[in-house]
Structures are given as C-alpha cells and as structure tokens.
C-alpha cells in the first residue's frame, strides 16, 4: 500500500514582540528633527514676550529670564562634557569642578588683574585649563576606581583651598573676584546687552554637544565605550586604555574650562562656591536625572536641574509655601529638599533618567494597544 504523503506546509514566521518591533509611526518620523527644533525654539526665545506666570519672572525677553536661560545652557553643556567621563567611559571624577573653576577664575584674573583682551584671556584660560587637566588626568589615571574618585577630590580640594585663602592675592578668597567690566567688549556689557551672553551661552552649549557627539561616534568613542564595559578587553585588543582615558578626560577638562569663561562673563565675576566639591556632585546628580551614556540626557538633566536650583528659591519664599501648615511650609522652604525629593522620584521611577521617558511611554502604548 503506496503512503500519501501530504504537501509541507510552510509555518508562519515567529511573532515578533512590539517592544521589538522598529517604530515605524509618526513619532519616530518627527524624533530626528526635534533637535532643530529645540535650537530654532532657542533661538527665537529672545524675540518673545510672552509670560509664563509661576514659570519666569517675567518675560521671555527680560534681561532676568534670559541670564537664567543662559546659566541653564552654559550647565546643560557643562554635564555633557562631565559625561564624556561618567557616562561614555565610565570614570567617576570628583574634581571636575576645579577644570571649571580654571574657567571662570583664570578669565577674571587675566581680564581683571592683567588687563588682557577678552579674547586673548579666554583663549589663554581654555588652553590652560586643558594643559591642567593633563597635567592632573595624568597622575590620577595611574589609579582605577574609587582610588581614582578619591585622588580627583583631592586636587579638587586643594585647588579650593588655594582660592579661599587669597592665593597670591588673585582670587579675592571669600568675598570672590568681581571682574572688571571695562576690558570687556561693549556688546557684552550692561543689562540690555543680556541678550548676547545669552547667544554665548547657546553657542557654548551647541559647541559642546557637536563635540561630544563626533567623538563618541568616531573610533575613538568606541574605544572608550568599550572602556566603560570591560577595561580588560580594550587592552586584549592591543590598545593602551590609559591613553584613551586621558584623552576623554583632558577633552572634558578643556570644555569645562570654555564654560567656565562663559559663566564668567554671565554672572559678572567669580566666587568661591564654584570650587568645591558640591558642584561635582551637582554635575553627576545632572548627568543621572538626564541619563548617563544618552545623547541628549545630561543636557536636558544639567538644564532642568539649575533651573529648578534658581527657582526653587523664590518658590520657597513665596506666599503659597508660607500659608501652608508648618509641618510642610518648613521642609519646603529648602531648595535641596526639593530638589532632593525630585532627583529621588525620578531615579525610582526613571531608572534611566529623562532619556528613557520617551522609549517607556512607547512601550506602554503598544502595551495598551488593543491587539488585532
């Protein structure tokens, strides 16, 4: 008896889960342009005069509002740069507020005491922050890890110390160093010229991203990607980690120092409270509330962080906090509690800081997308 055998079938290809699955919808057509966006909507702000009560003093265009958007720029690109070592290639420096600090004092020092144009003071401040992150990534890469954090806060402390107790009178130890604005260009100086550091600010901030992309998307920034994951691979490969590090971190010392000239010309001088520890801190608290590793996480993480820093102080003391019981009126009242208690519910909630809003309400919604 001949056996029939009946025709293969072929079967379906397996079901590929939604999360999976390329987003091939709107969102993911328009995600690509929103970073034109964002700079055509900075760059149109200073032509606002819109007023957003409860938000901005006052409005957009106010010399107020705009030196408080310009800080917010100049700390947005200043986590960016801290990212290139925390969050790109995995060091945990302490002390990279002293680069900044360089920035910021070595500006006002060559301006104020030397009587140096701007331009030759910036370029000489840059240059020499970025030698001095050299000269010190040099010696602290010699160690890894919590060593290397701890040899980090060292120099940063020793460089705070240095400027509270008057260095070589140049500093103005605790009363800080006001610079002076008579050998600054015309165009920078006074409240209406506001605007203009406000375009310095954004410059800096646009700078500082273009670099930190190119790098990270270029072989080197494989490299230290590779750092982050396992340093041992990178030097089973035949490359030399130690140079690669002091690459990211000499890179990131030297862009700290450019902002650090920036928030110079910004805040009109220098004070002490730039050199100590805390801003470190406060740069690696931007870096995880944006999402460290991410494109546009320390960004956004450096910008809403010195906003709600300069705002939570007049939400403190307004007439809303103190009508409330005292019970809640007092622990209010403190912008670091505030703060403390945002950074907290967003690193429970948002493990991966503000980069990963977006990815997780996708996932929700195709979640809860009814399935056919």
């Not at 009560?53 to 690109?77: D, R």
């Amino acid at each position: 008896m001949t056996e029939v055998k009946s025709p293969e079938v072929p079967a379906p290809p397996a079901a590929v889960p939604a999360e999976l699955t390329p987003d091939t919808g709107r969102w993911h057509r328009v995600r690509p342009f929103l970073p034109l966006v964002a700079l055509v909507v900075a760059l149109i702000l200073p032509y606002s005069t819109v007023h957003l009560p409860g938000i901005f003093e006052g409005p957009l265009n106010s010399p107020g509002t705009l030196q408080l958007l310009a800080v917010c720029l100049v700390f947005g690109g200043l986590a960016a740069g801290y990212d290139l070592l925390f969050g790109r290639t995995g060091m945990l420096s302490f002390g990279h507020a002293l680069y900044f600090a360089a920035g910021v004092y070595g500006t006002d020092i060559l301006v104020t005491k030397a009587g140096l144009p701007l331009w030759q003071a910036a370029l000489l401040t840059i240059t020499g922050g970025t030698i001095l992150a050299a000269l010190l990534g040099a010696v602290a890469l010699r160690t890894v890890g919590i060593a290397f954090a701890m040899v980090t806060l060292a120099f940063a402390q020793v460089g705070a110390i240095l400027v509270a107790r008057d260095f070589g009178g140049l500093t103005g130890g605790e009363e800080g160093l006001p610079l002076d604005v008579s050998g600054l260009p015309p165009a920078l100086v006074g409240v209406a010229n506001t605007v203009n550091l406000y375009w310095l600010a954004l410059a800096y901030l646009v700078v500082v991203i273009f670099v930190v992309h190119r790098v990270s998307g270029s072989p080197t920034g494989r490299v230290l990607a590779g750092l982050r994951d396992d340093e041992r691979r990178i030097g089973v490969l035949g490359l030399d980690p130690y140079r690669f590090k002091l690459v990211a971190f000499t890179l990131a010392g030297g862009l700290a120092a450019a902002g650090g000239v920036v928030y110079c010309l910004i805040v009109g001088g220098a004070s002490p409270h730039i050199t100590s520890s805390e801003l470190t801190l406060s740069l690696l608290v931007m870096v995880v509330l944006g999402g460290p590793g991410t494109r546009w996480g320390p960004v956004l993480g450096g910008i809403l962080y010195m906003y709600l820093d300069h705002r939570l102080v007049a939400f403190g003391t307004s007439d809303a906090v103190d009508a409330l019981p005292a019970i809640l009126s007092r622990p209010l009242s403190q912008p670091l509690f505030v703060l403390g208690t945002v950074f907290i519910l967003a690193v429970y909630f948002f493990p991966g800081g503000l980069a990963s809003l977006a990815p997780r309400l996708t996932h929700l919604r195709n979640t809860l997308r009814p399935r056919p």
